[in-house]
Every structure is written in structure tokens, then in C-alpha cells.
């Protein structure tokens, strides 16, 4: 089955500063990439995510990368401010029945003003 | 707006009880999800259900059972909780979209602790 592997586990920037996570999927059939973002004490809510036919996606300050060949995708974050201080949890799927997605362990972010 | 809404923030259990956590979402999303969240080990998926009465395991089922009676509401059982099942429990809804996967909306979380 699918195996995602995330990295950093932990990554401190300073505010204003560029974050970058990074995860590798085991399964070319793998077409679909969200990334989630849980912010202390709250649900995970999707941030950005992209599918197999795209190999960049950017929303303002967030944007996505994806290399299928390589079986790597990453995100990255701009000008980074204190509230992006949360958990990142990035995450693929398959086109099978329901969607199942199988999540990275998660890298805490912290934003350091 | 989705809303996915469970039924317990915090459920305190003794060894050996049986455990029901339920779940609702009001968007008639097809799709459902359980899942719990350890540190250091992301999500992982216990069961899913892509329609009424359907249910399919997901990563780590062992101990657990799930019941989905109707579409809204998804039901995770703990048939004998065991302290190794202390964690926090999310269930997330989604829609089969006609590209395939789309985006699991998440419930606020229940945190069991077994004692």
C-alpha cells in the first residue's frame, strides 16, 4: 500500500523567513496531494492541494510543487507570519473508492517573531 | 459551510468497556473516515465508508468496528477499549468528486483516555 514520508518533523523559521516541507509517496498511482494544516487544539483544515496532471499550484503566500517521477512533493511557504505557526500534514490518493488518503507524519512549524 | 460535528470533545473509559463514538456531517457527503492521531505518527486511517452500509478497513482496524446506518452519521466502536487505544479520534466527510479524490472536512475531534 502507500507510504508517505514527511520532512522535517520540526522547522523554526524566523518571521518574514521561506518554509519549506517536503514528503515522498511510495505509489505512481497516486494522483491526488492535499496538504493540511492544524493549528493547536483544532481539526486539520485543507490548505492547498494539486493533482497529478499539474506540477505547481500557488494560492498567495502557499504553493505546492510536484514532481511524479521522482515521487516528491513539497510545499512552501512565503514571507511566513507568526499565525502560520501550526502543524502541516501533507497527504496522497489514489482514484479508488472513497478517497482514501494516507498521511505524513506531520511537521510542527514555528514562526518565530 | 460543512459541518462535521462529534459527539463527545473529551470521553473518559474504564478497561474492557465498550466505547461509541459517532459522527455526523450535514453536507450528504458520501464519504466517511476515522481516524486517530498519535504525536510523531500523523493520521492514520482506522475505517472508511464510501456509502450506506459500506465500510472498508483502512490502516490500523485491529480492536475497532464501525457502523454507517445512514449517510449522515458514521459510528466507531470500541468493542473492549484497551489503554493502547488512548489517542484522539477524528472522523472526516468528503464528496466523491468527478475527478476522483477531494477534500476531507474534518470533526473538532474526540480525545479518549482509557484507563
Known amino acids: 500500500g502507500e507510504n508517505v514520508e514527511q520532512h522535517p518533523s520540526t522547522l523554526s523559521v524566523q518571521e518574514g523567513d521561506s518554509a519549506v516541507i517536503k514528503c515522498t509517496y511510495s505509489?505512481?498511482?497516486?494522483?491526488?496531494f492535499p496538504w493540511y494544516k492544524q493549528e493547536l487544539g483544532k481539526r486539520p483544515q485543507l490548505i492547498i492541494d494539486?493533482?497529478?496532471?499539474?506540477g505547481e499550484k500557488k494560492d498567495q503566500r502557499i504553493a505546492v510543487t510536484l514532481n511524479k517521477t521522482a515521487k516528491h512533493f513539497s510545499l512552501h511557504i512565503t514571507e511566513t507570519q507568526p499565525e502560520d505557526s501550526a502543524v502541516y500534514f501533507c497527504?496522497?490518493?489514489?482514484?479508488?473508492?472513497?478517497?482514501?488518503?494516507?498521511f505524513g507524519a506531520g511537521t510542527i512549524l514555528r514562526v518565530k517573531s | 459551510d460543512v459541518k462535521v460535528t462529534q459527539s463527545s470533545r473529551y470521553l473518559v473509559k474504564r478497561t474492557g468497556e465498550k466505547v461509541f463514538l459517532e459522527c455526523v456531517q450535514d453536507?450528504?457527503?458520501?464519504?466517511m473516515f476515522w481516524y486517530r492521531q498519535d504525536p510523531g505518527l500523523g493520521l492514520r486511517l482506522i475505517y472508511f465508508?464510501?456509502?450506506?452500509?459500506?465500510?472498508e478497513k483502512g490502516d490500523i482496524p485491529e480492536g475497532y468496528s464501525v457502523s454507517r446506518e445512514k449517510k449522515e452519521r458514521f459510528s466507531l466502536i470500541l468493542e473492549s477499549a484497551s489503554t493502547n487505544q488512548t489517542s484522539m479520534y477524528l472522523c472526516?466527510?468528503?464528496?466523491?468528486?468527478?475527478?476522483?479524490?477531494?477534500?476531507?472536512?474534518f470533526g473538532p475531534g474526540t480525545r479518549l483516555t482509557v484507563l
Open positions: 472526516a466527510s468528503s464528496l466523491w468528486g468527478e475527478t476522483g479524490a477531494d477534500t476531507q472536512y
Open positions: 505509489d505512481s498511482a497516486s494522483n491526488y
Open positions: 497527504a496522497a490518493s489514489t482514484s479508488e473508492y472513497g478517497n482514501k488518503l494516507v
Open positions: 465508508s464510501y456509502d450506506v452500509k459500506m465500510k
Open positions: 453536507m450528504d457527503h458520501e464519504n
Open positions: 494539486i493533482r497529478s496532471n499539474v
